[in-house]
């Protein structure tokens, strides 16, 4: 086991599968101890499972609808009681609906921005406090590259796009207050990632091997990938980044 996060405590959402799932076992085998939630508890248990199998240490909390300001605050209070406090706190939960300005509903909309903005805000919120009386921290906060440019690829991201270009804002925002305190916070903008979630994407006729055409680096990425970068922003290595938005995508924006 390395120890690039030895003694600290990271507090990760969405951890049932994934980004979530791949910082999870990361984050625990270098030395975190690792505090996750999600909506889905058996596959958040599952997560778990596997970090103590690898030896690490983590505990899960769900279901949790970060979208609801009490229950996001209360994950958060409830996480730092129980190791007495964190220094991590990694943004990765989110869950957007996609359609035209056409065809996307007022309902969506809300949706969107409540899984996607809301969420992250409650977390970052809640935690605030407690990182500030720690002497400082991080915070990751996954935006998107649909948050800095508009895909052709991927139509129909108008509510998404919002979201995650004001996640990246609000990260910034956040580094600015949090400088004086120590406590750093960065954004990580993944393009398209292999994932339970992009398999229907990446499964329609000719869109991976048109995905592929437009990257310079020739492969789809992966969890690892994301989780790799939250772990440089999450340890010490970084205690001279902040209010950066870490593009992760093979090239394709810089292409």
């Known amino acids: 086991m390395a120890e690039r996060l030895a003694g600290k405590v990271a507090l990760i959402t969405g951890t049932a599968g994934g980004q979530g799932r791949e910082a999870a076992l990361l984050f625990a085998q270098e030395g975190a101890i690792v505090v996750g939630c999600d909506l889905k508890r058996e596959e958040a248990e599952e997560t778990v499972a596997l970090v103590h199998a690898r030896g690490g240490e983590m505990t899960s909390m769900g279901p949790v609808d970060l979208g609801d300001s009490a229950a996001a605050r209360d994950w958060v209070e409830q996480a730092a ?5 964190f220094d991590i706190l990694y943004n990765n939960a989110s869950a957007p609906r996609f359609a035209s300005i056409a065809e996307m509903t007022d309902e969506e909309w809300r949706f969107t921005v409540r899984n996607e903005l809301d969420l992250m805000f409650y977390t970052c919120s ?12 991080s915070i990751i906060n996954t935006g998107s590259i649909c948050g800095i440019s508009a ?7 108008i509510a998404h796009a919002a979201t995650k270009a004001a996640v ?9 207050e949090g400088g004086p305190h120590n406590i750093r916070a960065n954004a990580i903008s993944p393009g398209i990632i292999e994932s339970p979630a992009t398999a229907a994407q990446l499964e329609q006729p000719g869109f991976r091997e048109g995905h ?13 990938d994301v989780a790799a970068a939250a772990l440089f922003l999450a340890s010490d290595e970084s205690s001279w980044v902040t209010g950066t938005n870490l593009v992760i995508d093979g090239g394709f924006s810089a292409h």
């Open 81 to 85: 009681a129980l190791h007495g406090g």
């Open 126 to 137: 809640a935690a605030w406090p407690h990182l500030l009386e720690r002497g400082g921290g």
């Open 151 to 157: 895909l052709a690829q991927t139509p129909g991201s």
């Open 168 to 176: 990246i804002a609000m990260t910034r925002e956040l580094a600015l």
């Open 212 to 224: 592929l055409e437009s990257l310079m680096l020739k492969r789809i990425g992966t969890p690892g």
